[in-house]
């Protein structure tokens, strides 16, 4: 009798500890996925520090869990790609991205957020490569004391509202600076036919040695301004970059020859078309400038054919 109450005792204690193990291996299981859906959740809205928290937690209901442990690392990879993009550092974080969609088991969430990332960066990219392009045809303009045309390319940019976004404050911040250079020199021209010819030729005379002293001095003039924070891929794409910029007045329409038509030429010809200067805009008297030297002829005999 002893025996089988022995037996029946031993069995007994056998079914508790395994309902207890089997319970307590339920409760574990059932806290590991709350905690898997609750890091997904996380993520949807944009809270990854407490998703990464909620990878760590279920990491300690199941050690060394594979899937836990890959979007954790997908997570990190994640919040470290879009602090590289804040910091404007587009190449870097354009990799970084493509590591994300690269781990085994990881969020289909972050996945699809990756690969819209890289989009927006290729695009970020473009424009910039663009806008580069327009601010430096500006900066040249600039230089040649094409101050109103300067500002015509200038205003493509300020008319774009894409380029008032955070990824380009600083392109904003040197067309800005490169505005107020170009007001200043328009300040600075007195136009022919006022009421004093010798102030004029003064002003064209102080505009000519001005940008003689900036060809001459690198650090004088526009080339203080500072530059656009580019990085060597973004420069090169830069000097690369052929597209169309719906220029209002294109490059080639300031050369004469290969070189830009100044303002001391343009100043010049209008003396010599007297009241009738007045009724034409700068880009006139370049055609007439262009027309005469191709013709051979004056720019007052191109203005009457």
Do not use: C
Request: aromatic share 8%; hydrophobic share 30%; net charge positive.
């Amino acid at each position: 009798m002893k025996r089988w109450t022995w037996v029946i005792a031993t069995l007994v204690v056998i079914l508790l500890v395994g309902g207890y193990a089997f319970s307590r291996h339920q409760s574990i299981e059932k806290q590991y996925h709350l905690e898997m859906t609750n890091a997904e959740a996380a993520i949807k809205d944009n809270n990854y520090t407490a998703a990464e928290n909620y990878f760590q937690d279920a990491l300690t209901r199941r050690n060394n869990d594979k899937i836990a442990t890959h979007r954790l690392k997908q997570t990190k990879i994640f919040v470290n790609a879009m602090s590289q993009l804040e910091k404007h550092h587009f190449a870097t974080s354009k990799k970084t991205f493509a590591q994300v969609y690269k781990i085994h088991d990881g969020s289909q969430t972050l996945n699809t957020r990756a690969h819209q990332k890289i989009k927006e960066i290729n695009q970020v990219q473009k424009n910039r490569t663009k806008y580069n392009k327009i601010l430096k045809y500006a900066r040249e303009l600039n230089v040649a004391q094409e101050f109103s045309v300067s500002n015509e390319q200038l205003d493509r940019l300020f008319n774009d509202k894409t380029f008032k976004k955070g990824y380009y404050t600083d392109l904003w911040k040197s067309a800005k600076q490169l505005q107020k250079s170009n007001k200043t020199g328009l300040s600075q021209v007195v136009m022919p036919g006022s009421t004093n010819d010798n102030a004029s030729q003064s002003s064209a005379n102080n505009n000519s040695q001005q940008n003689q002293t900036q060809n001459n001095n690198p650090n004088s003039g526009v080339s203080s301004l500072p530059e656009p924070n580019l990085s060597s891929s973004e420069q090169q794409a830069a000097n690369n970059y052929s597209g169309s910029n719906e220029f209002t007045v294109t490059k080639k329409d300031t050369e004469l020859n290969g070189k830009v038509i100044s303002q001391d030429q343009i100043n010049q010809a209008r003396q010599q078309l007297g009241n009738k200067s007045g009724q034409l805009s700068d880009q006139d008297v370049r055609n007439l400038i262009k027309e005469a030297a191709q013709k051979g002829i004056s720019v007052s005999e191109a203005l009457q054919q």
